[in-house]
Nanobody, 122 residues
Framework: QVQLVESGGGLVQAGGSLRLSCVIS????????MAWFRQAPGTQREFIAR???????SYAESVKGRLTISRDNAKNTVYLQMNSLKPEDTAVYYC????????????????WGQGTQVTVSS
C-alpha cells in the first residue's frame, strides 16, 4: 500500500523559512515523479513544484525563486524548501505521486499525503 506522509509545517513570520518533507512508502520512489500542491481555504488545489525521476524541476510562477523542490532517493523523501515566505503562502501543503500522465494537474496524481498546514503571519 502506497503511503505519503508530510511533515514540517507550522507558523512562521513573513520573510521566514520552512522545509517540508514527504516520505513515501510502498512504492519504488526512485521511479516516481513527485510534486507539491497547496490549497488555501475557499480555493482550488494548486500546483507548486514538480520533480522528475532524473531530478529535473518545474515551478509555478508564483513561487519561482523562493521555493525549491528536491528529492533524496535513498530516504524515499521529497522536500520543499520555502524561503522568503509571504502571508499569501498560507495553505495546506500536499505532496503527491504522479500517475502515468506527465502533468501538473491534481487529477493526474494518484497518491496524496494528508497535508501539512503552513501559516505565514504578517
Amino acid at each position: 500500500q502506497v503511503q505519503l506522509v508530510e511533515s514540517g509545517g507550522g507558523l512562521v513570520q513573513a520573510g521566514g523559512s520552512l522545509r517540508l518533507s514527504c516520505v513515501i512508502s510502498g512504492s519504488a520512489f526512485s521511479s516516481n515523479v513527485m510534486a507539491w500542491f497547496r490549497q488555501a481555504p475557499g480555493t482550488q488545489r494548486e500546483f507548486i513544484a514538480r520533480i522528475s525521476t532524473a531530478g529535473s524541476t518545474s515551478y509555478a510562477e508564483s513561487v519561482k525563486g523562493r521555493l525549491t523542490i528536491s528529492r533524496d532517493n535513498a530516504k524515499n523523501t521529497v522536500y520543499l524548501q520555502m524561503n522568503s515566505l509571504k502571508p499569501e503562502d498560507t495553505a495546506v501543503y500536499y505532496c503527491a505521486r504522479q500517475g502515468s500522465r506527465r502533468s501538473i494537474l491534481p487529477r493526474d496524481y494518484n497518491y496524496w499525503g494528508q497535508g501539512t498546514q503552513v501559516t505565514v503571519s504578517s
